[in-house]
């Protein structure tokens, strides 16, 4: 069991991830887009949807400087307690604006006939396991390392995680972890597996070369239509439609 | 300098009776789908009016377009790249669905299966968008010809502009109609907002298109554009355009729009351009100045240097002879009676128009004055001063001037015109009153009057363009000399090295030696070959039947 849930299923997850995203990429460009809904509604989305984007970020940059950077390192700027400071109060700060964000996108999804009509089982799956992992981030940080004190996950999960992607997995440094956050981590990973299958997808089309590319834009009427495979060499079989 | 061709649009809004079959016709060919059942990549508006999407032109509230910065570089009006890039997440500048108008549908079914009873059934409207019944409100020619009153139409925003005095009555003064499609743009907006990359220009006819495969949503192009003719698809979340019908034009054939238009009011044409000119003479620093600077932009394709220098930036050949045939170029550079839509938004647009000369028309006759009479249309043109500053406010930024040069223009040719058809004596001096010979006065009346279907679109095809490009990379069988005259092929390297002659270069070469040489063969050709292609059947030329003895002679 340990072995499934924390090597073999992380394994899955981003064999997905990577896997699904070369495969959307090249077989679904069309269907890669933010799929905005502010035509219909944008007095709510106005407010949520840069809270929860910028909650977001924060988020993500915090689970990059918990999860990726070892102990060892941060010691040489700061003290284990200031670390543990910065974690509680920015991490809860920016789970809360995520957190009401997404909150109040699910409203608006609900509560607006046609943004509602325009909901896929697709997307209610996704807001399922994203509020999901986002209710129990946020308990973690406010539970285990507010009220009960703090636990300091960079003894056992950070270095878990960090196995991973070293191919070194150590499922043992789990199993010790409190439950609140071996759930959190389950979540996690299952919102990875999915993330290439869902409207998700559009966080990796973050336009990076906007500022730098010249503002108009020429091409040629020729060349190679994208998401379109070059004829292979030998022979085809015969499509019989 | 950099020849670039583009295909552009001309307008004679004399001529349009506002039927809108061009933008059923274009609706029927290009939007007929779930998802842009609100989009009108053609719409025709009545002015004075709000247009489509509602007061789009009032860009203080959607910032489309271009501004120039403090240092006097164009700058998209809704913020440069570093906004752009914190702003991704909402983008308040998006017009709603009801600033467009919710599309609906009628519930035809119960006209059917209502159970019988005392009442008709009637059919109820519902709203495409959510499904729901809905109370119609708002579409895209709500105010078609001033229908709703003063009201909406006093909040046209190109009214609001004009002076308080002039505003009062404008109403009873005049109307037109004016059809719009995307401008296909110079220096467009909606391409520099893209965070994507996704929109681009086609370097060959400078058609502007979305990459469908490429646009991932952030509906910055409808923000950047100040033309609201870029639309977001609310169900594929990609955004689409008009697309100048390039389906069509690649096979020499005009857009839906102007194949369908009924009142014959669409011109088609091949405009050759300076694109090293372009960002330049979109930051000129007096608003007033844009309709002159792209003028300027505009190359003359029967100036010899910019052919040549068209044929060296790759421009085909097919594409410079139909420049030189263009009606676009014609109606723009050399009679300059087409204007810009909105050269203030600085995107420099490509679809002009010819301004009604109606308005001062029925003005006078009105008044009981002779409306054709051109002493009298020349100072109404001048004392007019409603229809002629509202077609200024549209046309050239508020600068009567150019206006009025392209209203006497056509009064005159009006005028004059009459005469030669009343029998009356032509009066040259209406023409070079207006600075045209009798000659340009008579093709400019043929241009806007009669112009018939293959003059009114000049449209040259890709496919002549390709085949042109084809025809340098067919080569011959290297070292083999070459076509019958050619000089055998010899490289730096002895026989055979160095790159085959082209096909072209061969063919000359063979037609000038067929075309000089006064003998069948020549003598001198020890190789004995002939040219069937010149022989006229009579007696037997050298080398035309191998020799007796053998060798050849």
């Known amino acids: 069991m340990s072995l499934l849930l924390w090597v073999a299923f992380p394994y899955v997850a981003l064999a997905s991830l990577v896997g699904g995203t070369v495969w959307r990429y090249r077989y679904d460009r069309f269907g890669w887009t933010t799929r905005s809904s502010e035509l219909y509604e944008k007095r709510l989305l106005r407010v949520a949807s840069p809270l929860f984007h910028y909650g977001l970020l924060f988020v993500i940059g915090g689970h990059a400087l918990g999860l990726l950077i070892p102990e060892q390192w941060t010691s040489l700027v700061g003290s284990e307690t200031t670390y543990h400071a910065v974690s509680l109060y920015a991490g809860t700060a920016a789970g809360l604006a995520a957190g009401a964000g997404l909150v109040l996108l699910v409203y608006r999804r609900r509560r607006t006939g046609p943004v509602f009509a325009a909901t896929t089982r697709n997307d209610k799956v996704m807001y399922l396991l994203l509020g999901g992992a986002l209710l129990l981030g946020i308990g973690v940080t406010t539970i285990e390392n507010g009220l009960l004190g703090g636990y300091d996950y960079r003894q056992t999960v950070s270095p878990w995680f960090r196995g991973i992607f070293l191919l070194d997995p150590r499922p043992e440094l789990m199993e010790g972890a409190p439950l609140l956050y071996r759930f959190h981590v389950v979540l996690g990973f299952a919102l990875i597996a999915l993330f290439p299958f869902t409207r998700l997808i559009h966080a990796f089309a973050v336009p990076v070369k906007y500022p730098f590319r010249p503002y108009i834009v020429y091409r040629r009427r020729t060349g190679t239509a994208p998401a379109t495979r070059a004829a292979r060499r030998g022979w085809e079989p015969v499509s019989r439609d | ?553």
């Open chain 2, 1 to 553: 300098m950099r020849v670039m061709a583009q295909l552009a649009m001309v307008m004679n809004l004399d001529k349009c009776i506002g039927c809108h079959t061009c933008s059923v016709t274009c609706k029927q060919t290009w939007t007929n789908r779930a998802g842009v059942e609100y989009v009108w990549f053609n719409n025709v508006e009545t002015r004075p009016g709000q247009g489509y999407p509602r007061r789009y032109e009032d860009q203080e509230q959607w910032r489309g377009g271009w501004t120039l910065d403090r240092k006097g570089r164009l700058k998209p009006r809704s913020g440069g790249r570093a906004r752009r890039m914190f702003t991704l997440f909402s983008n308040p500048l998006l017009p709603s669905i009801q600033d467009y108008y919710e599309p609906w549908t009628y519930d035809y079914a119960t006209l059917t299966s209502a159970p019988l009873g005392d009442d008709f059934p009637v059919a109820r409207p519902h709203s495409l968008i959510s499904g729901e019944p809905m109370k119609v409100e708002w579409s895209a020619n709500w105010d078609d010809d001033l229908g709703g009153g003063p009201d909406l139409a006093r909040r046209d925003p190109v009214v609001e502009r004009i002076s308080d005095a002039v505003r009062l009555d404008f109403e009873r003064a005049f109307m037109f109609y004016l059809p719009r499609i995307c401008e296909h743009c110079l220096n467009p907006t909606c391409m520099a907002a893209c965070p994507s990359g996704a929109i681009y220009k086609r370097e060959e006819d400078g058609i502007v298109l979305v990459d469908q495969d490429a646009c991932r949503g952030w509906r910055m192009c409808v923000t950047g554009c100040p033309y609201k003719k870029i639309y977001f698809n609310h169900r594929t979340g990609k955004a689409e355009k008009c697309t100048f019908c390039y389906p069509r034009v690649e096979v020499g054939l005009p857009t839906v729009c102007s194949e369908t238009c009924v009142g014959r009011l669409r011109y088609i044409g091949v405009l050759l351009y300076d694109q090293d000119r372009v960002t330049e003479a979109a930051s000129v620093e007096d608003d007033r100045d844009l309709y002159a600077a792209q003028l300027d932009v505009f190359l003359d394709p029967d100036d010899p240097a910019v052919r040549e220098r068209a044929r060296r930036d790759g421009v085909p050949d097919a594409w410079v002879e139909a420049a030189r045939r263009s009606p676009v170029h014609a109606l723009i550079s050399k009679y300059q009676v087409a204007l810009p839509l909105h050269p203030e938004y600085r995107t420099l647009p490509m679809v002009w128009y010819v301004p009604p000369l109606s308005p001062v028309v029925e003005a006078l006759r009105d008044s009981g004055h002779d409306g054709e009479d051109a002493g009298n249309l020349f100072g109404a043109i001048e004392t007019l001063r409603i229809p002629v500053e509202y077609l200024a406010e549209l046309f050239t930024a508020g600068d009567t001037e150019p206006v009025t040069a392209v209203l006497r223009r056509l009064a005159a040719m009006r005028s004059y015109m009459r005469d030669v058809t009343l029998g009356d004596p032509a009066d040259p001096g209406k023409a070079a009153a207006v600075g045209l010979t009798e000659t340009e006065m008579g093709e400019m009346y043929r241009l806007l009057a009669l112009a018939k279907y293959d003059e009114r679109y000049v449209i040259p095809t890709q496919a002549a363009a390709e085949a042109a490009a084809l025809e340098e990379t067919a080569c011959s069988v290297p070292g083999s000399g070459g076509l019958d005259g050619a000089a055998p092929v010899s490289g730096p390297f002895g026989e055979a090295s160095g790159p085959p002659p082209t096909p072209t270069a061969e063919n000359f070469h063979a037609l000038k030696d067929r075309q000089t040489s006064g003998a069948l063969t020549r003598p001198q050709d020890r190789r004995g070959r002939v040219n069937l292609l010149n022989w006229d059947g009579k007696g037997s030329p050298d080398g035309l039947f191998p020799g007796r003895d053998g060798d050849g002679r």
